[in-house]
Each structure stands twice: as C-alpha cells, then as structure tokens.
C-alpha cells in the first residue's frame, strides 16, 4: 500500500494541531487505520498545501504525486473549497478539472478516493452562498464513483460533522474531533470497518456580540486582508511529507 493525499488545509489536517505544533489530520490517521487495517506498514505521502486553490492541486501536486517513486497505490483528491470562497468561480471548469484528474490516476491504475469536504458555511459569514456551491459541486462530482477505482466520500452531507463541536476556532476547520469522524468514514468506505467517531452533544458554546467581534477580529479580518493584498495562508510552503514516509501497523488508528 502507498498512499498519497493531495488537496488544501483540510486534506493538510489544518485544526488538528500537535503538541509541537504541527498540523496531523484525517489523512494521518488513515494512513495509521490502513497501516494497522492491513497489519503491515504502507508508504504514506501528503503533498496537500493550505489556501491551495483546485488548479494548482490537480496539477502541481498531482503531478508530483504520480512522479513519486515507487508510484502510489491509493490517492486521496480533494479540492475546490477555496475557489468556492472567492467571487465567481466557474463549477463547470472545476468539474472538468476534477474529472481529468481522476482519469490520470485511473490510466496508472492507481486507486482513487474522492471526497467532498464537510460543510462549514452554517456558522460562517456568506454561508448560504458557500452552501449553495458545496452543494452544486458534490452533486457534480459524485457520479465519478460509478467509474471502476474511484471510492467517493460524501462528507458535506454529513449532518453530525456540522454540529459547532468538530470544529475549530475559526469555524472554517475541522478540530481533532472532525478530522477523526472523517478518518472512520474514509476508513469505512476503504474496506476498514471504523466506528464513526461521535462526541458528546455536552452543552451549546455561548455567543455574543463580544464573541463574534473576537471572532472577525481574531479570524475573519485576516482573511480578508490577505485576499486584498494577493497572499496565501499557504503562501511558501510544501506539503508536509513531499515523499514517502513509512507507517508502522502498531500505529493506532
């Protein structure tokens, strides 16, 4: 098994922080669940980089991926939540190019996990916009799992997922607890029967008017004046593991 994850933050793991700082993530932790599914180590890639649009995941990072040596087994592809972000945007073109990257794969004959990322917008500024793209492009891009090789996971429909608990501070990324209900998903959906991962519904988080101002000061404003001044929050970084690293089967899942 040799698994390669491409995408942005949320393939990165963006949410789920370490102790020493570093970001880990449902890619991770699948990697360890087929590690230890299978009962031996697998290789495990993660090329996904934060604040990546689609077209430079499908392309410099899916080339990278189809370069590593010996080639991938397994590819996880997702995309598109950060062009959904920006006005406009085109669902046709990032259709085609989801669907021309999944046929790469397939003509390697390497196995394709295509997932639709779960949805952030019922607590987030425009979120009825974002809803409305989210929606039109997992319907879109679903029926790819009728083709033989590509394994879909539906998580934007996920309800549990968008209860205010699996999700960061930000309201954009998944916490610790979110990445792991993604992981038993994809895990599930591989062949690797994972209970899903469920929290205590425990009390509502208060709000407040001092809340939300913390929260566009602390999160939304940066946001914007990053896109005001052209930057990236991924702007200068590489994915976190550009080659293959092994997994042991001790790991826990």
Request: with cysteine; hydrophobic share 40%; aromatic share 6%.
């Amino acid at each position: 098994m040799r698994y390669v994850a491409i995408g942005d933050s949320f393939t990165e793991g963006m949410g789920d922080t370490q102790p020493d700082g570093s970001e880990r993530g449902w890619a991770d932790l699948v990697a360890a669940g087929l590690a230890a599914g299978l009962g031996e180590p697998i290789r495990y890639a993660n090329l996904a980089i934060r604040g990546r649009l689609l077209q430079p995941i499908v392309t410099d990072q899916l080339d990278a991926a189809l370069a590593l040596d010996p080639k991938p087994t397994l590819l996880s592809l997702n995309g598109g939540g950060n062009d959904m972000m920006r006005p406009g945007g085109d669902l046709k073109t990032l259709v085609a190019m989801t669907e021309k990257a999944i046929g790469r794969c397939l003509a390697e004959g390497i196995h394709v996990l295509l997932l639709s990322g779960a949805d952030p917008s019922a607590r987030l500024p425009f979120g009825s916009s974002m809803r409305r793209k989210g929606e039109a492009l997992t319907a879109a891009v679903a029926p790819f799992a009728a083709r033989d090789g590509v394994t879909f996971v539906d998580m934007f429909h996920d309800q549990e997922i968008q209860r205010a608990g699996y999700w960061s501070a930000d309201r954009l990324h998944l916490n610790a607890a979110g990445h792991r209900r993604v992981a038993s998903h994809v895990l599930t959906a591989l062949g690797h029967p994972t209970p899903a991962h469920v929290i205590d519904p425990g009390p509502s988080a208060g709000s407040g008017l001092l809340a939300e101002a913390r929260y566009y000061r602390e999160h939304v404003l940066p946001w914007v004046q990053r896109r005001l001044r052209g930057q990236s929050s991924g702007d200068n970084r590489t994915g976190k593991y550009t080659n293959w690293i092994s997994v042991p089967a001790t790991q826990p899942a």
